[in-house]
């Protein structure tokens, strides 16, 4: 039944797509993936649920069948220069330093011959480093934490999470998320004491990075510390521009001028402040299409479903003028 549903909607989207082709609509698309796995996660009860590899496959290949896919820097161009009749242009971004980018995105992108921008932070470098929400992941999941267990945290909302309520994890992520740089970083460590030491493949070294580079893909700043950004005072936030940045450009040889902001969250502000850093595009995870007016350091992108039929009718729909 459940497989029945997903064709009926791959079927509408292409209809979709196809009848709006037919305008003169000048839209694109930006995707954001972050794991690939697999198996598809549970977006019930995780942070980041991985796309499994079945459908991820899937998804490219209807990428590259109903989209003109071209690299995030080109897309605002290619979304100016679309016709009427034309294929709608689209790009894939990858948020986060996860060993699955290089393991399990790498090789899908490279059979279907797709470009891809993948933002990291840089924070694993030089060692495993698992980021605060991937800890926090391990311990509900695992129950290594105990309700009271987490500074700034509503005892509440833990037990909730540890519990398995629907989506009560994402209750506790959404205040750490908030918490100021001290806290969030006073919560982390609770954290990290809980869960234990990192996987030996936690994030992405130093020869990874540089074999995506080798691999043909670009690579941008998702910054260091994963702040944030509307929330920093001027200074911070021009901080958070520059810190771990240019580290992350020796490693890949190349200017870092492409930014995704962490938990796609950005505004007038934040924008200006990357464009006086030299940064000349801009991604947020706003979830509608790229119009010929969108602001380059603002450009919004729509994360994929645990499915091909959800994520094509999502996209279809999104480029859709009368939608």
């Not at 995105?105 to 932070?121: D, H, I, K, M, S």
Request: aromatic share 6%; hydrophobic share 40%.
């Amino acid at each position: 039944m459940r497989a029945a549903k997903d064709a009926a909607r791959t079927v509408l989207a292409l209809l979709t797509c196809w009848v709006a082709r037919i305008s003169s609509a000048r839209a694109g698309i930006a995707l954001v993936y972050h794991r690939i796995g697999d198996t598809a996660g549970n977006p019930h009860f995780e942070i980041l649920p991985a796309v499994s590899s079945d459908v991820f496959d899937r998804q490219l290949r209807h990428l590259r069948r109903r989209y003109r896919v071209v690299p995030a820097t080109e897309l605002l161009e290619a979304v100016r220069e679309r016709r009427r009749g034309e294929r709608f242009p689209a790009s894939i971004t990858f948020d986060d330093d996860l060993a699955s980018h290089l393991e399990d995105a790498v090789p899908a992108l490279q059979r279907e011959g797709l470009p891809a921008t993948f933002f990291l932070g840089g924070v694993s470098l030089r060692e495993p480093h698992p980021l605060w929400w991937e800890d926090l992941q391990k311990a509900i999941d695992e129950r290594l934490v105990q309700p009271d267990a987490l500074p700034h945290v509503a005892e509440a909302d833990l037990r909730s999470a540890l519990e398995r309520s629907p989506k009560a994890i994402f209750r506790v992520a959404g205040t750490i998320e908030q918490l100021g740089q001290s806290e969030r970083e006073e919560t982390a460590v609770e954290l990290r004491a809980a869960v234990g030491p990192a996987a030996r493949n936690d994030g992405l070294r130093t020869d990874h990075v540089r074999s995506l580079v080798r691999a043909g893909f670009d690579v941008g700043f998702h910054t260091f510390r994963h702040d944030l950004l509307p929330g920093l005072s001027d200074t911070a936030l021009a901080e958070a521009m520059r810190e771990g940045r240019g580290e992350l450009e020796r490693v890949t040889s190349r200017p870092l001028d492409v930014i995704s902001y962490p938990y796609g969250k950005a505004d007038d502000r934040v924008a200006e402040a990357a464009r006086k850093a030299g940064f000349t595009r801009g991604f947020t995870t706003k979830r509608t299409s790229v119009g010929e007016e969108t602001d380059p350091l603002l450009i919004p992108r729509i994360p994929p479903a645990m499915s091909l039929g959800k994520t094509a009718l999502r996209l279809a729909r999104a480029v859709a003028p009368w939608s």
